[in-house]
């Protein structure tokens, strides 16, 4: 059941010169699953009418507290990351559909740029669940990877630059890793990096979930802004979404 809840901020630390990590605390903080997003209402903005689809990054359900990842790309985010200790932020949540948890096998889980974020969550979740997962970070630099320690702590981690600075140099698809066997693959990132993961799955018959990064406004269905055509027809990435099996889109993989 969605909430609209009033949380106030406990700190705001900034990571890059271009991402914050926005701690956010609520008695009445709701369940979340890995995958499934918030959208933000952001105040005191004049140019910002709509509220700000953010990903789940994680959350401390006994703490009531909630973690976002957030990269700084326009007014909204931009205001969202002058936030002070002590300041209130009207959050819908929690939205959208969420990723699998498998009962059994080897996952291995990919974010690309910002779309790590939502990886330490469900790594943490499969930990929790006995199973051990490998995750696969790709960034442009060394200087990209964010919060290391803390996806260390629920997997092993692994990773891939595009200049080489850290780990292995290039992109996902062409890190060492993938010779490896895995029986999932869940997916987040630039949508040209996820159809190449995809293609990969495809290929090797490993189940995949994506988790589509669409414009998005409303957040619950109404404006269609985020529809996705699918082998079943048209879907709100927002309400449907945003993860999706790979089998169900039209991607030429």
Known sequence: MKKLIDFTVTENKK???DTILLVLHSEELP??????????????????????????HDVDESRGLLYLFI??????TSTLSELQVGDKVNVMLPLGNHFSIPSSG??????GGCGVAPMLHLARVMKKQGLSPVVLI????????????????????????EDGSFGEK????????????????????????????????NQNNIHCEVSLENTMACGIGACLC????????????CTEG?????KDLKWQI
Not at 31 to 55: K, W
Not at 226 to 237: I, N, R, S
Not at 242 to 246: L, S
């Open 15 to 17: 990571l890059n010169h």
């Open 31 to 56: 369940e979340i699953q890995p995958g499934q997003f918030v959208n933000v209402r952001v105040d005191h903005s004049p140019s910002t009418f709509l509220r700000r689809p953010i990903s789940v």
């Open 71 to 76: 990269k700084i790309v326009g007014c909204g």
């Open 106 to 111: 080897r996952p291995l889980l990919i974010g």
């Open 138 to 161: 790709g960034t442009r630099t060394g200087k990209d990877i964010l919060r290391k320690e803390e996806y260390e702590k629920y997997a092993t981690v692994y990773y891939t630059t």
């Open 170 to 201: 290039g992109y996902v698809t062409q890190h060492s890793v993938l010779k490896e066997k895995f029986d999932h693959i869940f997916c987040c990132g630039p949508e040209v990096m996820m159809k190449a993961v995809a293609g990969y799955a």
């Open 226 to 237: 985020c529809v996705t055509d699918t082998k079943e027809g048209h879907k709100c990435v």
């Open 242 to 246: 945003p993860i999706f099996n790979i």
